[in-house]
C-alpha cells in the first residue's frame, strides 16, 4: 500500500511538473520585427513586468510575408509589416487574424494614424493593423532656400537650379502630383485617371531636369551631396534630415505644404498566434509614451504614441517638432496598398523622365 501511496505521489508531482512546464512554455511571445523596433531595454521591462519571455527575429516585409505564408501563418504571435503590405497578403494568403480594438489602449495613440491604418488593412469590415511606427518623406533644404522651397515643385524653381536631388522613384512622382493639386491615391482605382495624373507629372519631372544636380540613389550619396552644399534642397526621408539638423542646425526635414508621404509599419496578429493575449499585451506596453521614445531613440523614427516625443533624447525632439505640428501631422498623406499593374505603369514614367533630353 505505501508502494502504490509512494507512485501515486509521484506522478501527481510529475504531472503537476507537465502542468507548469507547458505554462510557463505558453508565455512566450514570438515577435518579428524590423531592426530597433524592440530595443534591448525594452524587452528587459516588459519581460520583468509581466513575466513573458520575448523571442525576437529581425525582418522586413518581404521576409515577414515569405515566412508567414510559408506557415499559414503560424511560427509568430505578432509581427509588423508595413500598412499597405497587409491586405493583399491577406486576400492572397490569408495570414492574419483581424484586430480586436476593444483590446487596444486607442487612446494613447496618434487619431490620424488609427484612422489611416484602419483604412489600409480594412477588408470585410474588420482591420488587420494597429499603427506602430512611421516615418514620412518630404524636404531637407538650407536655410539660404526654405523661404523658396516650401513643396515638392518647388524643386523646379529657377532660385535653386543645379542644387536639387531627389530619387527617380514612386514617392517623387506621389510628391509631385499632390504638389500639383492632384490626388493619386484616389485615382488608384480608375487606371485612366490614374493615367493622366502620371502623364502630367511625367511633364513636370521632365521640365524640371535642368535644375537636378543629380538623381539620388542611396541614402548616404545625398546625406554627403547635403553636407557639402553641393545641393541645398532635396526630396528625402525625415530621419535624415533629422540627422542632418544634428550637424548642421542650417539644414533641416521640412513638411511640404501639399503634404509629407507617410509610411506605418503596423502590428498584425498571426492568424495561428500562439499567445494572443501577449501579442496585445505588447502592443500597449510598447505603445506607452515613456517606453515608445525608447524605440524612438533607438531606431531615429517616431511612433504612433501620443505624447511620446517629450521623452525622446532632446535634439531628435527639437528637430521633430520644427517639422511636426499637429497641423502637419494631420496633412501627411498615407499611403494606401497599390492595386496590381500601377507599379507598372510608374516604372515606365520614370523611364521616360530618366531618357528625356
Not at 512622382?173 to 485617371?193: H, I, K, S, T, V
Request: proline share 4%; charged share 20%; net charge negative.
Amino acid at each position: 500500500m505505501a508502494l502504490r501511496k509512494t507512485r501515486i505521489s509521484a506522478l501527481a508531482t510529475f504531472l503537476a511538473a507537465t502542468t507548469v512546464s507547458v505554462n510557463l512554455s505558453a508565455e512566450e511571445l514570438r515577435l518579428i520585427t524590423w531592426g530597433g523596433y524592440a530595443p534591448d531595454e525594452v524587452v528587459a521591462q516588459f519581460e520583468e513586468e509581466t513575466g513573458i519571455d520575448v523571442k525576437i527575429t529581425l525582418s522586413n516585409n518581404e521576409d515577414m510575408i515569405s515566412k508567414l505564408r510559408a506557415t499559414g501563418g503560424a511560427g509568430f504571435d505578432l509581427a509588423q509589416p508595413s500598412q499597405d503590405r497587409i491586405i493583399g497578403v491577406q486576400r492572397q494568403f490569408n495570414i492574419y487574424k483581424p484586430i480586436d480594438y476593444s483590446r487596444i489602449n486607442t487612446d494613447q495613440l496618434q487619431a490620424s494614424m488609427v484612422k489611416a491604418t484602419q483604412e489600409s488593412t480594412a477588408l470585410n469590415g474588420q482591420f488587420y493593423g494597429v499603427p506602430s511606427v512611421w516615418g514620412t518623406s518630404g524636404l531637407i533644404v538650407h536655410s539660404s532656400v526654405a523661404d523658396t522651397v516650401t513643396d515638392y515643385t518647388d524643386l523646379c524653381d529657377p532660385a535653386v537650379a543645379g542644387n536639387v536631388s531627389y530619387r527617380l522613384k514612386r514617392p517623387t512622382l506621389m510628391g509631385f502630383a499632390f504638389a500639383m493639386g492632384l490626388d493619386p491615391f484616389a485615382a488608384y482605382n480608375d487606371r485612366e485617371q490614374y493615367q493622366s495624373i502620371m502623364t502630367q507629372v511625367e511633364g513636370a519631372l521632365i521640365d524640371c531636369k535642368d535644375n537636378v544636380k543629380t538623381y539620388w540613389t542611396g541614402g548616404d550619396q545625398l546625406l554627403s551631396l547635403l553636407r557639402t552644399g553641393e545641393v541645398t534642397a532635396a526630396m528625402a526621408w525625415d530621419a535624415g534630415g533629422w540627422k542632418l539638423n544634428a550637424e548642421n542646425p542650417e539644414i533641416r526635414f521640412v513638411a511640404p505644404e501639399s503634404g509629407a508621404l507617410g509610411w506605418i509599419d503596423t502590428f498584425a496578429i498571426p492568424r495561428r498566434s500562439e499567445n494572443e493575449s501577449a501579442a496585445y499585451q505588447w502592443i500597449n506596453f510598447v505603445m506607452q509614451p515613456e517606453i515608445a521614445a525608447k524605440i524612438t531613440n533607438a531606431s531615429g523614427n517616431f511612433t504612433a504614441s501620443k505624447g511620446a516625443d517629450e521623452f525622446v533624447r532632446a535634439e531628435l525632439r527639437d528637430a521633430y517638432r520644427v517639422s511636426f505640428d499637429d497641423q502637419a501631422i494631420d496633412n501627411i498623406k498615407w499611403y494606401p496598398p497599390v492595386p496590381p499593374g500601377l507599379e507598372t505603369l510608374e516604372g515606365q514614367v520614370l523611364d521616360r523622365v530618366q531618357a528625356a533630353n
